[in-house]
Each structure stands twice: as structure tokens, then as C-alpha cells.
């Protein structure tokens, strides 16, 4: 039902038809009620924090490039901490360090998923204030937050909006008749755009410096498991927010594709992976909401965005200048 849903709402926000009056009305008073929202926080934080975050419901790529910034800022001397509300775990007020042990339910996909990739601190908390100070107590030079444009409360001295070249802005409405959670006026107020995907998009609409997710070789999350060779046939599970990227990138490597889309973060139960015939072949961010199976035929494909050597710089310039 969920999943079911999720597409209905994709197939209408990303589409060329004007939604239902009734929806635009509804977004029309969605806007009033976040207005006090609608305006980037003047507040300078403790530290430098740099927020990561985009205009829609949905994914567009943030995660990767927290990881990659993270890892850049720590390569550069700093004490790096990220910040996430760790979304589909434990709605907390109170900010909690992921451990090692931690789990999805526990912390969030997205946030386990950066924890593992990192190795750098990360704080979740639904108070991103409240994760911000935990992390600088923590000992923490530099924040960056996945998502967490929106967050009024949340200070920072740099914002970074990630857009999905392929899909754009949808049909530019603000929720629930579109994906925009903000106007798009909100654009001018951040430091830097970072349009994901080649510039041949058709829905690419907006000016930014470009860069790529680029996929690595399918890893095996049983070790010693040899991964499926092409042609052969594979269950393709996807539960992010736009998984025809990932479905495009198996097939291009001539996989032939059982193809099963779910709802960006939905759980995924015992069951449902038992269901398949497998080798089963997966995104990072599921893999984190994967319970513990005895399959020997479950693979990960890794992706990892590649920025241009200016926006690194940029960044860790701007570190350098607000610490001095």
C-alpha cells in the first residue's frame, strides 16, 4: 500500500498535468503554515555547519555528498561530525551517537549508512539544534548535516541545495500537489547548487555546478559470496525515492532485472526477501534496513559521489575562513 501510494504521488507531482484543484488549494495552505519557514536562519552556529539538504520530498542525491564532503573535510585536518534526523528510526528529542552495533529502527537507514561509510561521528536527533550541540560537546570542528534546509532552528554558515537533474522540480507546486517543500525562490538565499546527472536531463531546469553518483562493483554482504555474472537474472530491490537509476545502472551492465520498487524507507521484513529467488542485488541505504537473513546470495552496488574539485575547495575554504 505505501509503495503504492508513493508512485501514485510520483507519477502526479512529476508529471506534465496540472494537479487537482483540490491539492492546489491544499499546497496553497501549506505554504501559509510554513512560512516562518520559508526563510534561511540568520543565527551563526558554534562552528562551521554545513547543511546538505534540497526542495523536495524525496531523494536527490544528499546523501552520497555528505559522505563525500565529510570524508573531504576530514582528509583536510578537521574533526568532522554529520547530523542527521534519522529519519524512519526512533522518532528521539534526545540526540543519540550511532554505535556500531546500531540498527535502522534504532537510528534511520540514511544515518547508519553515512556511520558505516564514514566512519566519522553522526548524531541523530528529530531537534537538529540538540544533535548540532551534542556533536560540538562531542568534540566535533565541523558539522555537516544531511537534510535540514527547512530546519529553521538549526544554525549554519553554509547551505548546500542538491537537485536531481533527471527529475527536476516535478511540476513546481509545494506540497501535497508537488514535491516542492519550498519555493523555489528559496534558491537564491543558499551558497551553492549541485545538480546531479550528465546536463542532458529533460527536466533540468536549474543552473548549478554538475556532478555524478558513480557506481562501484556489486559487494557481497556474506563474505565470500561471488557475485552474479551478466547476463543472468537478478531480483533488483530499490526502496529510495527514485529507483530507476539504480534499475538503469544493473541493466546497462546486462543484468536481466526482476524489478521490485518500494517506498523510499520502507521496512523490509524476512518475508519479502525470502519471496525472491535471488541473487538479490540492493541499494547501501536497504541494505541498512536488511533483517538478519542465512542467504548467501544478497549483494550490495555501492555509489559514491564524485564532486568537482572546486566544490571541495570551496567548503573547506569557507572552514577555514569562518575558524580564523
Known amino acids: 500500500m505505501r509503495s503504492r501510494i508513493a508512485r501514485s504521488l510520483n507519477q502526479l507531482w512529476y508529471s506534465d498535468q496540472a494537479p487537482p484543484a483540490p491539492l492546489r488549494m491544499a499546497a496553497a495552505v501549506y505554504q501559509r503554515a510554513v512560512r516562518d519557514r520559508l526563510q534561511r536562519p540568520a543565527a551563526r552556529p558554534p562552528v562551521p555547519v554545513i547543511v546538505v539538504g534540497n526542495l523536495v520530498a524525496g531523494g536527490s542525491g544528499k ?42 529502527v534504532q537510528v534511520g537507514d540514511e544515518a547508519l549508512e553515512l556511520f558505516r561509510r564514514t566512519g566519522r561521528p553522526v548524531w541523530v536527533c528529530r531537534r537538529r539544534a540538540a544533535a548540532l550541540e551534542a556533536a560540538v560537546n562531542d568534540g566535533a570542528e565541523v558539522v555537516v548535516s544531511d537534510d535540514g ?120 521484513t524476512p518475508a519479502m526477501i525470502e519471496a525472491l529467488a535471488g541473487p538479490v542485488v540492493m541499494t547501501e541505504k536497504d541494505s541498512m534496513r536488511l533483517p538478519p537473513l542465512e542467504r548467501s546470495d544478497l549483494f550490495v552496488l555501492p555509489v559514491r559521489a564524485r564532486l568537482p574539485a572546486s566544490v571541495t575547495h570551496r567548503v573547506i575554504g569557507h572552514v577555514r575562513e569562518f575558524r580564523a
Open 63 to 104: 546523501t552520497p555528498v555528505v559522505a563525500t564532503l565529510a570524508e573531504a573535510l576530514a582528509d583536510a585536518g578537521f574533526a568532522v561530525s554529520i547530523i542527521s534526523r534519522g529519519y524512519g528510526g526512533i522518532n528521539r528529542t534526545a540526540p543519540l551517537r550511532v554505535q556500531p552495533d546500531s540498527s535502522s
Open 149 to 268: 534546509l527547512q530546519h529553521v532552528n538549526l544554525a549554519r554558515s553554509f547551505e548546500i541545495c542538491v537537485i536531481d537533474g533527471r527529475r527536476g522540480f516535478g511540476n513546481r507546486y509545494c506540497l501535497p500537489a508537488g514535491p516542492l517543500r519550498q519555493p523555489l525562490a528559496r534558491l537564491a538565499s543558499v551558497d551553492l547548487v549541485l545538480v546531479k546527472g550528465s546536463g542532458d536531463e529533460a527536466r533540468c531546469e536549474s543552473e548549478g555546478t554538475r556532478f555524478r553518483l558513480e557506481s562501484g562493483e556489486l559487494r557481497a554482504l556474506q563474505v565470500g559470496s561471488p557475485p552474479p555474472e551478466p547476463p543472468g537474472e537478478i531480483d533488483a530491490l530499490a526502496g529510495i525515492a527514485d529507483p530507476e537509476p539504480f534499475f538503469e545502472t544493473l541493466a546497462a551492465r546486462g543484468y536481466r532485472l526482476r524489478r521490485h520498487a518500494l517506498a523510499d524507507h520502507q521496512p523490509i
